[in-house]
């Protein structure tokens, strides 16, 4: 079956990303996106090797690592006192394995510049989806539109649009995102403060059950993110009146205001959320609008990514005619496995081991246990490749259709 067009909802990094691969491949995608923009709040900054691989493949690695950051000093985890509790060896981990930072905003805009060279690839900004329809040939959905509602039709239809996503809500019904909220806060800001000048590196985690956080430097001119935990329920005037103290208890030096300079501050509520399914026919769903994780670990877009890479092999197999469309019944199934084999149990690990005793932690945490090989380098190097489990290669399940 030889693919007319795909719709995709949403142009978020994952929307974004899926476009490229499927025009770089030949096929005519249209995005939809609801808001006048991209989004450039502080969200994703890091990305291991799987969201990489997808960057590679659109041809954008190289150009992330002259814009970005690529980690050459290992993260540490720290008392809230500063007091070194374990630290990564990376001297054994190639580059392609370690963790490369750049802004999520930074990161959209390099994907746009590229969607924009692409005759394949329309996107349409103010185009809000409110319904979902679908026969035995196409999907459409109903969008809001700046001329009025307006009926878009495809091949196929992926919801890339996030964590509230208005194509789950359609096929699933609007409290149907199985999973649970943590009752912790957290507050995501972009700052520029020295902490290598303290001794800190390029980054650390703090241990601590009250001022639990990460610092850690997300571009070469020295712009950090530091996320830290806070109270649930407070506004975001209240967030912000409680950050400098936030700052002096958790930032080596113990800064006042006038040391730092904070570009953007957003507090998030986090959760653990996957969708029963991320097909019901001709829909599919995809990164956030699928499944969602805490962000300490950097598997969220990670993940996200990586299920619009799997969509991509698929979707190109069935333009080709080398598999039928039950592999997208796979996809479903392969990209739900690896979410609740790895990126939940993995991401949650991540956050529970920052909200603890320090003390306690050291003797009872297997994690800090396994510390003490922390200055091994073929170790840490062995560990590091870990996150790639969270990839899979569909071009070898293709199924040649009858
Ligand atoms: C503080 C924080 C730090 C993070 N750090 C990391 C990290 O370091 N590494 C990492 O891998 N992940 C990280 N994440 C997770 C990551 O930011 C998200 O997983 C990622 O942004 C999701 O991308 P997406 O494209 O799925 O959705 P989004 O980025 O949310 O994009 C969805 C798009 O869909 C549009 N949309 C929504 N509804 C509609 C509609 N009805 N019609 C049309 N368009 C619509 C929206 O306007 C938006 O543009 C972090 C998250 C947070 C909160």
Same mark, same amino acid.
């Given at each position: ?15 974004? +990303? ?244 904070? +570009? ?41 990514? +990586? ?96």
């Amino acid at each position: 079956m030889v693919l007319s067009k795909i719709i995709i909802v949403g142009g978020g990094p994952s929307g974004l +990303v899926l476009a490229l691969l499927l025009a770089n491949a030949g096929i005519s995608v249209q995005i939809l996106e609801g808001s006048d923009k991209l989004d450039d709040s502080p969200r994703a900054s890091f990305y291991p090797w799987p969201a990489l691989y997808e960057l590679q493949r659109v041809g954008l690695l190289e150009e992330i690592r002259r814009r970005g950051y690529v980690a050459s000093d290992g993260i540490s985890w720290r008392k809230v006192d500063g007091t070194l509790l374990a630290k990564f060896n990376i001297d054994a981990v190639p580059q392609d394995y370690r963790l490369h930072a750049l802004p999520l905003g930074r990161l959209c805009a390099l994907l746009k510049e590229h969607i924009d060279e692409s005759p394949n690839v329309e996107i349409k900004f103010l185009h809000k989806v409110i319904r979902i329809d679908q026969s035995e040939d196409s999907a459409r959905v109903l969008v809001e539109t700046p001329d009025g509602e307006q009926v878009f039709e495809a091949d196929y239809i992926v919801g890339c649009d996030g964590a509230n996503s208005q194509i789950r809500r359609c096929l699933f019904g609007d409290s149907e995102f199985p999973g649970r909220t943590w009752d912790v806060q957290i507050v995501a800001t972009n700052v520029y403060y020295d902490i290598a000048s303290h001794g800190w590196g390029q980054g650390a985690f703090i241990v601590d059950p009250t001022h639990w956080s990460m610092a850690a430097q997300i571009q070469p001119d020295g712009l950090l993110r530091i996320s830290y935990g806070e109270k649930v329920g407070l506004s975001r005037e209240e967030y912000i009146a409680r950050q400098p103290a936030k700052f002096r208890t958790i930032l080596p030096g113990h800064p006042s205001p006038e040391q730092y300079k904070i +570009v953007s501050l957003s507090p998030y509520k986090i959760h653990q959320r996957c969708a029963k399914s991320f097909r019901v026919g001709r829909f599919l769903l995809a990164a956030d609008a699928a499944h969602l994780c805490n962000p300490f670990g950097g598997l969220g877009l990670t993940g996200g990514l +990586v299920d619009v890479g799997n969509l991509f092999d698929c979707l190109q197999g069935i333009h080709k005619g080398l598999t039928d469309d039950s592999i997208l019944d796979r996809y479903s199934e392969v990209r739900r496995e690896k979410y609740f084999s790895i990126i939940d149990p993995v991401s949650s690990d991540n956050l529970r081991r920052l909200i603890q005793d320090p003390e306690i932690a050291m003797k009872e945490d297997p994690f800090f246990t396994m510390a003490k090989d922390f200055d091994d380098p073929e170790f840490c190097a062995r560990l590091a490749t870990g996150v790639n489990d969270i990839m899979h290669d569909f071009t070898k399940e293709y199924v040649k259709p009858q």
